[in-house]
């Protein structure tokens, strides 16, 4: 399984894929992913203008209540809840990160509403701190399953099969290649296979015709 190839073969076919969640600092980007869980990341950027004119950073946020959140997300999946980890989350940060969003794995999966997935998009897009983890979401687990890099279904597990085989100064990208090619490429239903690049790497090439 020749990997690297298959990742330079992606960056050639996909050079501007990167994260397409709306920030413009690490507090925006933490909110933004905590949001898009069980959402398109449109739909946030739909709503997260307003909701970061009212609410700019952990202070505001944390002195307003879940009720004040709602109307503000409320075109988004699950906000009654995500209102809720949203408030408990900037409490968190004020009271234990000097209102600063924390540079640490561990420190980011104990806030509320927050989980592997959602911190290592911070770590990796807002910190530029690649090395802890590989954000794995619907497209990255189909397509790698794919290919034949793993044969799990969770995400942790997933995770942990691409740590062992992608070179870590690509965790971040890897993401948002398989992203972009899930996207343009290969979707759940009806993959390109003969247009598809990597076709002579792929495990299932040609097996859904
Ligand atoms: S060969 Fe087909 S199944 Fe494999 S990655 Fe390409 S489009 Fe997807």
Not at 12 to 27: G, M, Q, V, Y
Not at 49 to 77: H, N, R
């Amino acid at each position: 399984m020749d990997v690297e190839s298959v990742i330079r073969i992606l960056k050639e076919t996909h050079p501007d894929s990167k994260i397409s969640l709306d920030f413009r600092n690490i507090f925006e980007l933490l909110v933004a992913t905590m949001l898009s869980a069980q959402s398109t990341d449109q739909m946030v950027n739909k709503a997260t203008p307003s909701l970061f004119a009212a609410y700019p950073d952990p202070q505001t946020m944390a002195d307003a209540t879940a009720e004040d959140i709602v109307p503000y997300i409320k075109s988004i999946g699950l906000y009654n809840t995500k209102s809720k980890s949203l408030v408990k989350m900037a409490k968190l940060l004020v009271e234990e990160h000097n209102g600063t969003v924390p540079a640490s794995m561990k420190a980011l999966t104990a806030l509320p509403g927050v989980g592997r997935k959602t911190a290592n998009v911070v770590m990796g897009n807002g910190f530029k701190i690649g090395d802890t983890g590989i954000t794995v979401d619907t497209h990255v687990t189909r397509i790698a399953n794919r290919i034949g890099w793993t044969t799990e279904k969770s995400a942790i597990k997933i995770e942990k099969d691409l740590m062992r085989i992608i070179p870590e100064e690509d965790w971040v990208d890897i993401t948002h290649l398989l992203i972009s090619h899930g996207r343009t490429i290969c979707p759940a239903r009806h993959p390109q296979c003969k247009s598809c690049p990597i076709s002579s790497h792929c495990e299932s090439a040609f097996s859904f015709q």
